[in-house]
C-alpha cells in the first residue's frame, strides 16, 4: 500500500481542521448563569462528535485538493537485454547505396537501411538502455543511455540526413566508451558500432583505446557496411598492400581482435545482410538487466471528496435540528429539562 | 415524534450557516461526481540549434562570481528551457559548426522523455565540432530549412562571430520565405570584447588567440574602396595592399545588429542569451501554438468552493462580506483552466 499526493503545499491548509475546535456552526446562546445548566453528557458527547465531524469533513476535502494517489510506485525488475550504444558513421558515403552511388528511385541508401533494421532492433528489446553516438570528423554524443525508447528512436530517425567528411572511428569509439559507468562488472555494455569504411588509428590512439576497453568493459560489434568494389574485413592483401594505409578495414579489424574483448566483425554487402548481422547481435546479447517500472496509479481524489460529505452529512443534519431555546424576555425561571446546546 | 422535528428544520433552513453547509455538501457531492473536461492544451515544437564553434568557449558571462563560458551558459539555459515550455511540447537538438547544421534527434516529447533530452543538452561539447570555421548566415539558412522539414520552430544559439569574416560584398543571401519558419535568433555573449580560449588538438587549453592567428579580412570578392591608399596596393597583383590586415577578430562579443539584422531578413525575432526564463518567453512569445487535446481535471474548483463554504459555517469567511468575491471568484477560475 503506498500513498502519495501531487500537490504537497496544499496540505498547508489542514491546521484548518482545527478550526472546528474554536468555534462552531451553532447558534449560541446566553445563559444567565453556568450554574442553570447542569453538567450533561449525552450534550458533550454530541459537542465532540460534532467537532470530530467537523475536522473530518475540513481534512478530507483539503487532502482531496492535494490529489491523493495509490500506486505509482516505481519498482525494479529484471529483465533481459544489455546497455547499448549504436556508434553510427555519419561521414557523406553513408548516404550512397551499397552500390556505391546516389540512391536513385526506390533504392536505399547505407544510412536508410541501418535506420530501418535498427528501429526494428530497439523495439524488440523493450529493456535495454540505448545511448547513441555519432562520429565522421569527430565524434558527437548524441543521446546518453536512456530507457526512454521514444528519445532512442528519435536519434536514430536523424542518423540518415546529410553527414559530414571524414571517418574517424578511434574518437567515436572513445566517446562511445566514455558513455558507460566505469568498474560496473554488474552491468553488461555493448558497442554497436556501424560505419561503411575503415579508418586508421594512430599507434598513440591505438593504446588510449585499449586502456579504455579495459576500463569500461564492453562487447564490441563491428557492422561492416561494405560498399561494391571497395575492401573489405576479411580480405586478404595482395602484394605491396599489406600496409594499414592501403587496407585500413583489415587493420582495423586485426587491430580489434587484440583487444581482449568479446568482439565479433560481420561484415555486410546488402540490406538483408545488415538485418541477419542485427539479428544475430540481438540473440547475442541477452544478459540479466535491472530496469525500473511504475506501477499503476489509482486515484483516490473522488473517495476523498465522497468521504468528506458522510461528516458534512451529519454536520448539516445536526444544524438542521438545533433547538432554538426560547428568547427569554423574562428572567429564567427553571433550568430546562434537556441542555441541547452544543 | 417528526412534528417537532420538522418545525425545527424549517426554522433552521434560514440560518446563512445552514445554507453553508448544505453548500459545502452539494460542491463536495459535485466533486465526486464531475468528468475530467476535454480542453486543448498549447504546446510548441522547436528546434534548438547550439553553436559550438570555438568563439562559444569565450567566457565572458559570469556565474556565482566566477567566469563561465556562452557554451555553458548556453546549455544551462536550454536544459531549464525545457522544463519551463508547456506540455506536451517537442523539442530536438542539433549541433551547428562549420556551415551546416548536424541533427542529433528530430524532437520528442519533453515532458515524457525529459531527461534524455535534458541529458543530450547538458552532453553538448565544442570538442564534437567537426570544423574551425564558423559562417552563420549559411548554417543559420540550413537551420530554418531543417525546422521546416521537421515541422517546427527554430531556436539557434549563436554569438553571431563569422570565422571567416564576410567579404565586403556581403554575406550568402536568403532564398526562403521569411517568416515561413517562425522562432528566436539568440545572441551569446558579453557586449565587450573578451580573449577567446585555444586549445591544442588533443582539446587541453593553450592560452588565448592572438592578434596574428586569425584572419581579419576576407579576400574574396571585391576589395574596399579603400584599398587604393593602402600601402604597397597594386591593381593586379596586391589589391587588397601588401599589408597584413590587422582588427579584432581574434576577439569576440556578441554580434547582435549582426544577428538583428540576419533576424530581419529570415522572419525570426532576436533576443539575448540570459537564462532559460528569459528563453523561454523569447520563444513562447514567437512560437507557433501546436493545440493538441487534453482532459483537464477541475474538481479542485468545487473542492475549494466546499472547503470555502465549510470553513464559512464556522464562521472563519464572514458570510456577509462574501457575496461580492463570488463572482470574481468565477471569473478567476475561468482565466486559470
Known sequence: ?342 | MMAPFAGLIRRNVRDPRTLALVTALVLAIAAVALPRLPITRDGVRVLVVVDITGSMNTRDYGRDGAPVSRLAVAKEAVRDLLGRLPCPSRVGLALFSERVPFLLFEPVDVCRDYGAVEGAADALDWREGWEGDSHIAEGLYGAIAMAQGLDSDLMFITDGQETPPLPLSGGPVFDGKPGAVRGVIVGAGGYSLAPIPKFDDRGNEVGFWGVNDVQHENHFGAPSPDAESRPGYQARNAPFGSGIPTGTEHLSSVREPYLRGLAGGTGLTYTHLEDGRHLARALLATATPRPSPALADVRWVPGAGALAALLAAYGLIPVRGWRPTVPGFIKAVGRWS
Open chain 1, 1 to 342: 500500500m503506498t500513498l502519495g499526493i501531487d500537490h504537497p503545499w496544499v496540505l498547508a491548509l489542514l491546521p484548518l481542521a482545527l478550526v472546528p475546535w474554536l468555534s462552531s456552526p451553532h447558534r449560541r446562546i446566553a445563559i444567565g448563569a453556568l450554574i442553570l445548566v447542569p453538567a450533561d453528557r449525552l450534550s458533550a458527547g454530541l459537542r465532540g462528535g460534532l467537532r470530530i465531524a467537523g475536522t473530518l469533513a475540513v481534512a478530507l476535502i483539503v487532502t482531496a485538493l492535494s490529489s491523493p494517489y495509490h500506486g505509482g510506485r516505481l519498482i525494479s525488475r529484471t529483465g533481459t537485454g544489455a546497455q547499448v550504444v549504436l556508434l553510427l558513421d555519419r561521414s557523406g558515403s553513408m548516404n550512397d547505396t551499397f552500390a556505391g552511388r546516389t540512391p536513385a528511385g526506390t533504392e536505399e541508401s547505407k544510412a536508410s537501411a541501418t535506420k530501418r533494421l535498427l528501429r526494428d532492433f530497439i523495439g524488440r528489446r523493450p529493456h535495454d538502455l540505448f545511448g547513441v553516438a555519432a562520429f565522421s570528423t569527430a565524434p558527437m554524443l548524441v543521446l546518453p543511455l536512456t530507457d526512454h525508447q521514444d528519445a532512442v528512436l528519435a536519434a536514430v530517425n536523424a542518423s540518415d540526413r546529410r553527414g559530414l567528411d571524414f571517418t574517424n572511428i578511434a574518437r567515436g569509439l572513445g566517446m562511445a566508451l566514455s558513455m558507460f559507468a566505469a568498474d560496473r562488472p554488474d552491468e553488461h555494455h555493448v558497442i554497436l558500432l556501424v560505419s561503411d569504411g575503415g579508418a586508421v588509428i594512430d599507434p598513440h590512439a591505438q593504446d588510449q583505446l585499449r586502456a579504455l576497453f579495459a576500463r569500461y568493459r564492453a562487447d564490441l560489434y563491428f557492422l561492416f557496411l561494405r560498399t561494391a568494389g571497395s575492401k573489405g574485413l576479411f580480405d586478404e592483401p595482395g602484394p605491396d598492400e599489406n600496409t594499414p594505409q592501403a587496407m585500413p578495414e583489415r587493420f582495423l579489424h586485426r587491430y580489434f581482435q587484440t583487444l581482449g574483448i568479446p568482439y565479433r566483425a560481420f561484415q555486410a554487402e546488402s540490406p538483408q545482410q545488415v538485418e541477419e548481422a542485427i539479428r544475430q547481435v540481438d540473440a547475442l546479447e541477452r544478459y540479466p538487466i535491472t530496469y525500473t517500472e511504475r506501477l499503476p496509479r489509482r486515484d483516490l481524489t473522488g473517495w476523498a471528496y465522497a468521504s468528506a460529505g458522510l461528516p458534512l452529512l451529519l454536520l448539516l443534519a445536526a444544524k438542521l435540528v438545533e433547538a432554538r431555546l426560547a428568547p427569554s424576555r423574562s428572567v429564567f425561571v427553571a433550568p430546562p429539562a434537556r441542555g441541547r446546546a452544543t
